[in-house]
């Protein structure tokens, strides 16, 4: 496990920070580029842009691929370099953010023996999971994204950004920080009627935060609940509007549970039928045994999978 807070080495307004070997930057932009709706990041010639939601500063950073070795960070908009406070918070969620600090040369064993992970793992290697570091941000994009199309998830939560959300402006871009708890738990159902949101998933998301305002629900709360010999998916399921596709999705992208399984993904089963060339979609009891060799890594099979369909 690298030191996120020790591996980097700062050169002006430039971060160096060190990946590991079998980590591809043009497959995660690849990744990134899914949707052109996307508002949270920019994506521009092969570069990332974001405002990385660390303070006081919230910089907004550009992040290249360095060749094999590193990523360069450099921040932007500001004559000053921020803090180092600010550049180490920054490397951490950059770290977390790329899943920079699992090792998964376990992993790559296990696909490279099972006939449907091998082609898509071979085709796709050097992606890693791209998080959502934030509990609030990760739970309200997989409430919105239940039981619609991708493409008015992405549109969904850009209006939810757009309204709710904090905005920076640098070279006719914005640059948004995501909606706070405190902000949404303050709503009511009706003031998220007009953003064509449906009213029980905005009862989902105000819900959910007014957990995480008030104390009740965090992402170390979670991790300790599952580090303890618990599980986070049964206390993430108790909440109203979270059954286990939504408690899954959490677990993988936000909490970095590598067993998190979304068994009941329609887009798992549609890559799945994909890859396999059948007529229909597998249950999910196919599934169940065609994946029992994934034990401990499901996450990440799932991840390889979905990628298949962009």
Not at 236 to 254: D, E, S
Request: with cysteine.
């Amino acid at each position: 496990m690298s030191n996120p807070h020790g591996n980097m080495e700062y050169r002006g307004p430039e971060l160096q920070v060190p990946v590991p070997e079998d980590f591809n930057f043009a497959e995660t932009v690849g990744y990134m580029s899914r949707s052109g709706n996307e508002c949270m990041h920019y994506i521009d010639d092969g570069t990332i842009y974001k405002r990385i939601p660390v303070g006081p500063e919230y910089p907004i950073v550009k992040i290249s691929g360095g060749g094999e070795e590193a990523l360069h960070v450099r921040f932007q908009g500001t004559a000053d370099p921020p803090s180092a406070s600010t550049r180490s918070a920054a490397v951490q969620y950059i770290r977390e953010w790329f899943d920079l600090d699992t090792d998964l040369t376990p992993f790559y064993a296990m696909a490279h023996a099972d006939e449907l992970l091998r082609p898509t793992v071979d085709r796709f290697r050097g992606l890693r999971i791209v998080g959502i570091p934030d509990l609030f941000e990760a739970l309200c994009w997989a409430i919105i994204g239940q039981q619609i199309n991708l493409a008015f998830a992405y549109t969904l939560k850009r209006r939810f950004v757009e309204r709710y959300g904090r905005c920076a402006e640098w070279k006719g871009r914005s640059y948004w920080l995501f909606p706070t708890p405190e902000r949404i738990a303050g709503l009511a159902a009706d003031d998220l009627i007009d953003l064509q949101m449906t009213a029980k998933k905005s009862e989902y998301l105000i819900g959910a935060a007014k957990l995480i305002a008030e104390g009740k629900l965090s992402k170390e709360l979670l991790l300790n609940e599952e580090h303890g010999g618990g599980s986070a998916e049964q206390r993430l399921v108790a909440i109203r509007g979270i059954g286990p596709w939504t408690a899954n999705y959490v677990m993988m992208r936000c909490l970095r549970i590598p067993s998190a399984f979304p068994v009941q993904d329609v887009g798992l089963h549609n890559a799945i039928k994909h890859l396999t060339g059948t007529e229909r979609k597998p249950t999910v009891e196919e599934i169940k045994q065609m994946s029992a060799s994934w034990t401990g890594w499901e996450a990440y099979a799932t991840f390889y999978l979905w990628r298949v369909l962009y």
